[in-house]
């Protein structure tokens, strides 16, 4: 059975950090691609970051220069360090993982980051 367990959300103050973590099982970790997408109110779900198990990594224009993925492959676990938070940020947000066909991908349960003042 896959897990993907998502920890680490919150309120912050704009300017703030946070660290999202996605805790993986019942998958051969070190072989998929992972990612953090987010939705927000009254929007479509939109891919924040990816890593691949290549360790190449990808990120959405509105994020580059603030947010930074990693993944420990020992630890089954992949990791979104937000800087420099922005209310525009506010969302759920969501591990992703999948091998071979996005279609065919494994979601969390998400969860809720708000930035506000």
């Known amino acids: 059975q896959v897990q993907l367990v998502e920890s680490g959300g919150g309120l912050v103050q704009p300017g703030g950090s946070l660290r999202l973590s996605c805790a993986a099982s019942?998958?051969?970790?070190?072989?998929?691609?992972m990612g953090w997408y987010r939705q927000a109110p009254g929007k479509q779900r939109e891919l924040v970051a990816e890593i691949s198990s290549a360790v190449t990594t990808n990120y959405a224009d509105s994020v580059k220069g603030r947010f930074t993925i990693s993944r420990d492959n020992a630890k089954t676990t992949v990791y979104l360090q937000m800087n420099n938070l922005k209310p525009d940020d506010t969302a759920v947000y969501y591990c992703?993982?999948?091998?071979?066909?996005?279609?065919?991908?494994?979601w969390g349960q998400g969860t809720q980051v708000t930035v506000s003042s």
């Open positions: 992703n993982a999948f091998f071979s066909s996005r279609a065919n991908s494994f």
């Open positions: 019942g998958i051969i970790f070190s072989r998929f691609t």
